[in-house]
Each structure stands twice: as structure tokens, then as C-alpha cells.
């Protein structure tokens, strides 16, 4: 085994053992589980005409615009429209929840890591400190993205074996929420190499989250400020992680339209890239 892909199994075997990694793979099997079993569906002529979940019955309807009458009319809703509704949901909370529990619980995976007395021990190997990095890297990232297939495949595979309908455009969640994950961590990674802090990290990972929120909202608030102040705001959208924005790129693709722009997603990457360079340069440079 070569001392990559040793590195590599440690940071499996060491996520593997956080009992918050494991309560969120529980998690993820409870949730497509119980979607699985308490989602009953009545279809007829390609349009939902009731649906039973957790023993409640309801009949979803479309709004249509009658032109003669001039009145919306309720109509049943269409079995893609439904199941784009609802995989939308369970895909944007897993996108978020997601996100925002394994920062949390990669967080005292970065302490063990750096700490004094293994950060020495893993040196003295014979890994050059990018590579020692990277195996740390990919340990994490291939973690997050098998979580991520576990409870989006889950549940895109229950809904679709439970409708006949098959629309793998649905699966272009699992890419995003572990890109972006990426993305965020490379924060958490870089303030900790830094400062010797994750809690630091974490904060700061969590404090641009919430930016992103607000930055998301550019076309509003930069019209009603002056000048220099938008300026200033605009510098800070094209600058930092566009982490809300994403989202909407996301729901684009798996709706199949027409996906608007790509700049969210595109410099949330770069800036991910530059964070993750600092990181690596701090890292080879500083005395452990």
C-alpha cells in the first residue's frame, strides 16, 4: 500500500469512527425508508389524483388560467410536476443540511490532524506535505459524496420505482452538494492550517453561508445604494462563495430548463480554488 492511499484510509477510518458520520448515514437511511413506505400515490392518466403520506390523504392540484372565465381553475397535478416538487425539496434540504452537518463533522477531523505530536509523525514520513494534504482531502470529499448518493439515490430510486418515471437529471444533486461542499471546506481547512483553529473555521464557513444569503440578493439591495457602496457590495458578491445561488443553478437543471447563468457556480470554484492554494502554501511552508 503506498503512503497515499494509506493517508487516504486513515481519514476513512477516522470519519468512519465520529459517531455524527455515522448518525447521518442512519439518517439518510431512515429518511428515503420512510418516504419508501408511507408515500402512496394514485395515478390516472398521468396526473395525480390523491395522495397518501403518513396516513393523510390529499388530492394536489396545478393552478390553470382559464382565458374564457378570466379565473385560475384547479386542475390535478401532472405526475412530473409532482415528482419534480418533491425530489426539489428533499434535494434542497440534503443540499443544505447536508452541507452544513459534515462541515460540523469534518471539523475535529481537521484538530486530529494537525495536532501536535501526529501532525509530527505524519511528516516524518516519506509523503511530501501536498500529497499527505491531498490523501486528507479526497478521504473527506469521497466521504461526503457517498452520503450524498446514499439518501439523493434513495430517494430518486423509491420515487422512481414507485411512479414508472425515470428522470436522471434528478441525480445532478449529488455533484453539487459535494462540489460545494468542497468549496466550503476549503475555508474550514485553510483557517485551521492558519490559525491552528477549526472552531475558527467553522464560524467563519458558517459566517460566509449566511453572506451568501444576503449577497444573493444583489439585484435589490445595489439599486437602492449609492455609488460607492455598491461597489463595495458587488466586490464582495464576485469575490466570495456564491453558496445560496447555487442552489437555484441546481433547481434549473434538475426541472430540465435552461439553466440562466452559470457565474454562481463558476466563482464559488475559483474562490474555492484559491482558498484550497493558500491552504497548500501555508501548509508546506509552515513549522509543525
Known sequence: MTTL????????????????????????????LLLSFALNMDVVE????????????????????????GEWVSQ????????????????????????????????????????????????SKPLSRARLLVGHLTGVWLTVLVLS????????LS?????????????????????MFGVMYSVILTISIISRSSGLGLVVT???IFLSIILASHDQIVPVLSEGNAAIFMTFYHVLPNFIEVVGVQAQLVEGQVVTTWY?????????????????????????
Do not use: C
Not at 149 to 156: E, I, S
Open 159 to 179: 420515487l422512481s420505482l414507485k411512479t414508472g418515471i425515470w428522470m436522471p437529471q434528478f441525480l445532478m444533486a449529488i455533484p453539487f452538494i459535494t462540489v
Open 5 to 32: 492511499s494509506g493517508s487516504l484510509l486513515l481519514t476513512f477510518r477516522e470519519l468512519w469512527a465520529m459517531r455524527l458520520t455515522q448518525a447521518m448515514l442512519v439518517i439518510a437511511s431512515l429518511a428515503w
Open 46 to 69: 398521468g396526473s395525480m389524483a390523491a395522495v397518501r403520506i403518513f396516513g393523510f390523504d390529499t388530492t394536489p392540484t396545478d393552478g390553470v388560467f382559464n382565458e374564457e372565465s
Open 206 to 208: 458558517y459566517g460566509l
Open 264 to 288: 454562481p457556480f463558476i466563482s464559488s470554484l475559483l474562490f474555492g480554488s484559491v482558498t484550497y492554494g493558500i491552504g497548500f502554501f501555508w501548509f508546506s511552508r509552515r513549522d509543525f
Open 76 to 123: 390535478a397535478l401532472s405526475l412530473d410536476k409532482f415528482l419534480i416538487g418533491i425530489n426539489t425539496f428533499v434535494f434542497g434540504a440534503a443540499y443544505f443540511l447536508g452541507t452544513l452537518l459534515g462541515l460540523f463533522a469534518t471539523m475535529p477531523l481537521i484538530n486530529g490532524f494537525l495536532e501536535h505530536g501526529r501532525i509530527d509523525l505524519l511528516l
Open 149 to 156: 448518493a446514499y439518501l439523493v439515490g434513495g430517494v430518486w
